[in-house]
Every structure is written in structure tokens, then in C-alpha cells.
């Protein structure tokens, strides 16, 4: 049997969970995400990250996302594991991974998950702490 004090604690563990990961995502690398009013299918951004990158969620309209952006560095991958984008959907209390692309440092990229429905999204960028910093001036999320 749940009791009003049960019911409490559980919604008070919720909340502190959001927060945690909401302090979190106040302290990561540069990041320029456009906006748009209404439903959008593309969102253009930039980047510089050099360890990772937690992007905010945007609606994507389309059963398919889609990544694409020209990447930089300042210095060379040097054999490390290559660097990745993660897509999530966003939920209400944990994420949904939906699955992880790679790419090398510098050069274009154009990454697809299809299938996944419309709904909210996130993109999470990693690489190994190396030093150096992956930028991009010309990040294009989009759905179809």
C-alpha cells in the first residue's frame, strides 16, 4: 500500500533528478541552436566542443533525423578513438538512446537515423580529451 509520504518522496526524487540534469546542461562547451515558431523540420547551429556537448531538444516533424555539418580542428586526431553523435529522444524523466554515429576530426559529416518518428530530439557530440577542439559554423539538424 502507498502511503501520501511515499507519493511525496517519489515526486520530490523526480525533481531533484531534473535538476541535477538541468545544472548539468548549464555547464557545457559553446553552443548556437536557431529557433523557429511552430513545427520545424531544420534547425541550423554551430559548435565547439572538445571533450562533448549536450545540444537542447528540438521537435522534428519527420520520421527521420538527420545531421550534417563540415567540422575543423585545432590539431590532429593523433589515433585517438574517433568522435561521435548520439541522437536521444527526449522524455519526460530518462532520454531514449536512440544510436551513435562516428566521424573523424575535420572534414564533412552527414549522419541519418531513420524510422524514428517525429517527436523531441537531442544530439550529444563526444570525443576523447585530447586537447584539441572540434568546431562548426555550419551544423543542419533536420527530419523528413
Not at 39 to 44: A, G, I, K, R, W
Not at 82 to 102: A, K, S
Not at 128 to 134: A, K, S
Request: hydrophobic share 35%.
Amino acid at each position: 500500500m502507498e502511503t501520501a509520504n511515499g507519493r511525496k518522496i517519489v515526486k520530490l526524487a523526480k525533481v531533484a533528478a531534473v535538476l541535477v540534469v538541468s545544472a548539468t546542461t548549464l555547464a557545457i562547451p559553446a553552443v548556437a541552436y536557431a529557433s523557429c515558431s511552430g513545427t520545424c523540420n531544420s534547425y541550423s547551429s554551430t559548435f565547439s566542443f572538445d571533450t562533448s556537448l549536450n545540444g537542447p531538444t528540438r521537435y522534428y516533424n519527420g520520421s527521420n533525423v538527420r545531421i550534417t555539418f563540415s567540422s575543423s580542428a585545432n590539431g590532429s586526431q593523433n589515433g585517438v578513438a574517433n568522435p561521435y553523435v548520439e541522437l536521444y529522444r527526449v522524455n519526460p524523466v530518462v532520454d531514449d538512446y536512440i544510436g551513435r554515429q562516428t566521424f573523424s576530426y575535420g572534414g564533412s559529416v552527414n549522419k541519418n537515423w531513420t524510422g524514428v518518428g517525429a517527436g523531441d530530439y537531442r544530439f550529444h557530440y563526444k570525443k576523447t580529451f585530447d586537447g584539441v577542439w572540434l568546431t562548426s559554423s555550419n551544423v543542419v539538424m533536420s527530419a523528413n
